[in-house]
C-alpha cells in the first residue's frame, strides 16, 4: 500500500486557496492511496480568539468537505485531513477521514496544545479505529502524541497504520515518534505543516519535518523542516500485526494491567 503525506504551509484563514494549494500539488505530484495532511489544513492554526475560528469553521458535510470528498474521488485515494469542525455553537480540531464515497471516519483532538484550550472543547469520542481497504487506521493530531494512552488505546484496538496530522510547534515528535511506532509496533504517518504564522503578537513557527516509521522504528521517508510537497512510500500494513518483539516476547500478551497501579488515575501518587 502506498501511504503519504503532504507538507506544506497553509495561508491563514483562507480555506479556498489552501484548497487550491492542494490540489495544485495533486496535479504535479502522483498521489498514493493512502494521504495524510496537516492540522487545520484548511484554515491555519493561529486564530486570534474562538470568534475569529467560529468564522472559519464549518459543520461536517458543508462546502469544504464536499471539496475534499471530490478531491478523493478525482485521485481516486483516502485522505486524512485536519478540519475545523463546528457543531452548533462549539468547535473541535478535527481530522476527517475521506474517500471519494463520503466520509468514512472523524476524530476530534483529545489533548489540545496551549491556546487551543481557549478555542476548542476537548475530543468527546474517543480513539476510533476505521477500516480501509482491509486495513486499520486511526486519526490522532498533534499534541496528542505526548501521551502515550492515545496511540497505546488505537493499538490495543488492533490499528495497522496511525495517520498523524500536525502543526507541531515543539521540536520533539519527530524523534519520538520512531519511539511510540516501537513500543506499539504500527506504522506513523506524519504530515506536519511548514512555515510561520504571526498575527496579533502571537508567534507560531513550524518545524516540519513529515515523516513515515515503519513498525520496527525505522524512518523510511522524511522530508526537511521547510520543504512543501507530496511524499509517498510503499508499505505492508499487516508488519503491524506482528507484535513479538523477541520470541519470547508479545507487545499485547505481556503488557501487565494488573501492575499499572494508578496509572489511569487523574491524581498522581
Ligand atoms: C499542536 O498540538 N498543534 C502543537
Same mark, same amino acid.
Given at each position: ?98 474517500? /471519494? ?21 476537548? /475530543?468527546?469520542? /474517543? ?10 487506521? /486511526? ?131
Amino acid at each position: 500500500m502506498e501511504v503519504g503525506f503532504l507538507q506544506f504551509s497553509p495561508i491563514f484563514g483562507k480555506p479556498d486557496r489552501n484548497l487550491e494549494i492542494i490540489k495544485e500539488i495533486l496535479r504535479r505530484e502522483k498521489a498514493p492511496e493512502v494521504l495524510v495532511l496537516p492540522e487545520l489544513a484548511l484554515t491555519g492554526y493561529t486564530f486570534r480568539n474562538p470568534e475569529e475560528a467560529y468564522l472559519l469553521g464549518e459543520e461536517i458535510g458543508g462546502p469544504l468537505t464536499q471539496e475534499l470528498i471530490s478531491i478523493a474521488s478525482e485521485y481516486k485515494i483516502i485522505m486524512a485531513v485536519g478540519f475545523l469542525e463546528k457543531e452548533g455553537k462549539k468547535l473541535y480540531n478535527s481530522s476527517l477521514l475521506l474517500r /471519494g464515497d463520503g466520509i468514512k471516519g472523524i476524530y476530534r483532538k483529545v489533548h489540545l496544545f496551549y491556546r487551543e484550550k481557549e478555542i476548542f472543547e476537548p /475530543g468527546d469520542k /474517543g480513539f476510533p479505529v476505521f477500516e480501509v481497504q482491509g486495513v486499520k487506521v /486511526g486519526l490522532l493530531l498533534c499534541f496528542d502524541w505526548i501521551f502515550p494512552e492515545a496511540m497505546r488505546t488505537l493499538m490495543v484496538k488492533g490499528v495497522d497504520i496511525i495517520l498523524h496530522s500536525a502543526n507541531l510547534i515543539l521540536p520533539y515528535y519527530q524523534a519520538a515518534a520512531v519511539t511510540r511506532a516501537i513500543e506499539n509496533r504500527v506504522y506513523i504517518v506524519l504530515a506536519n505543516r511548514t512555515g510561520i504564522e504571526g498575527r496579533y503578537g502571537m508567534r507560531n513557527e513550524f518545524t516540519g519535518g513529515s515523516e513515515v516509521v515503519n513498525p520496527q522504528g525505522e524512518v523510511i521517508l522524511k522530508v526537511g523542516r521547510r520543504v512543501e510537497g507530496l511524499f509517498s512510500v510503499n508499505i505492508s500494513p499487516e508488519d503491524s500485526r506482528n507484535k513479538n518483539i523477541t520470541e519470547l516476547n508479545n507487545l499485547l500478551e505481556d503488557r501487565k494491567v494488573d501492575q499499572y497501579e494508578g496509572w489511569d488515575n487523574r491524581q498522581p501518587r
